[in-house]
């Protein structure tokens, strides 16, 4: 967070972030404020509204018809799933989760 997401942060910004725990630590919250930019949480037990949500389903079905049986086929599978998920598909996970580009 403190490499990739803070530093690429401005005055006005808002981050929305799901409820995990590590999200909600004083330092993730300080960071961000500090940035200027605002933190919303989405309301809890809210997958519809989470982007990665649709990802993880992606991922998961995919990773059942790779079938892996060891770390290595595992690892592969998902180098595999990452390399094909283009930029328009994330895009549409955003918008499907009633995110605008706006």
Same mark, same amino acid.
């Given at each position: 967070?403190?490499?990739?997401?803070?530093?690429?942060?401005?005055?006005?910004?808002?981050?929305?972030?799901?409820? @995990?725990?590590?999200? #909600?630590?004083?330092?993730?919250?300080?960071? %961000?404020?500090?940035?200027? +930019? $605002? /933190? @919303?949480?989405?309301? #809890?037990?809210?997958?519809?509204?989470?982007? %990665?949500?649709?990802?993880? +389903? $992606? /991922?998961?079905?995919?990773?059942?018809?790779?079938?892996?049986?060891?770390?290595?086929?595992?690892?592969? +599978?998902?180098?595999?799933?990452?390399?094909?998920?283009?930029?328009?598909?994330?895009?549409?996970?955003?918008?499907? +989760?009633?995110?605008?580009?706006?």
């Amino acid at each position: 967070m403190e490499t990739q997401l803070v530093p690429t942060l401005k005055p006005g910004d808002i981050v929305v972030m799901d409820n @995990l725990g590590s999200h #909600k630590g004083k330092q993730v919250r300080q960071a %961000i404020r500090e940035a200027g +930019a $605002k /933190l @919303l949480f989405l309301p #809890k037990y809210s997958p519809d509204l989470n982007p %990665i949500e649709q990802f993880f +389903a $992606k /991922l998961k079905h995919w990773l059942r018809q790779a079938a892996a049986r060891s770390l290595d086929e595992l690892t592969h +599978a998902i180098q595999h799933i990452l390399q094909q998920t283009k930029p328009c598909e994330c895009a549409n996970f955003f918008a499907n +989760a009633g995110y605008d580009r706006t």
